[in-house]
């Protein structure tokens, strides 16, 4: 199983990222995705989830500002992250939830928001 996060980088406050997180080695379509970011000093956190049907959920931080899509036909998941705010700033890594199964987690990509 190979998880596969992108899109980290650099950005202005106000600005917008799309992470991406690609997986093989599972069968996609039945598993859930979560996004979780770690700043520096911090714990690893929940940002937001989606189920194999579709259903999403975010933290309270980042609700109204973050959308979470997936797309099953490419073993993919997205993150598209809007008004970034330097609190934003982290490592951001997917975990794949199958059924039934282990979990398993991503390399994590950076985030960079400036001020």
């Known amino acids: 199983v190979q998880l596969q996060a992108s899109g980290g980088g650099l950005v202005q406050a106000g600005g917008s990222l799309r992470l991406a997180c690609a997986a093989s080695?599972?069968?996609?379509?039945?598993?859930?995705i979560g996004w979780f970011r770690q700043a520096p000093g911090n714990q690893r956190a929940w940002v937001a989830g989606?189920?194999?049907?579709?259903?999403?959920n975010y933290a309270g931080s980042v609700k109204g500002r973050f959308a979470i899509s997936r797309d099953n036909a490419k073993n993919t998941a997205s993150l598209q992250m809007n008004s970034l705010t330097p609190e934003d700033t982290a490592v951001y890594y997917c975990?794949?939830?199958?059924?039934?199964?282990?979990?398993?987690w991503g390399q994590g990509t950076l985030v960079t928001v400036s001020s």
């Open positions: 080695g599972i069968t996609f379509s039945s598993t859930a």
């Open positions: 989606i189920t194999s049907g579709g259903s999403t």
């Open positions: 975990k794949a939830q199958p059924p039934n199964g282990r979990a398993y």
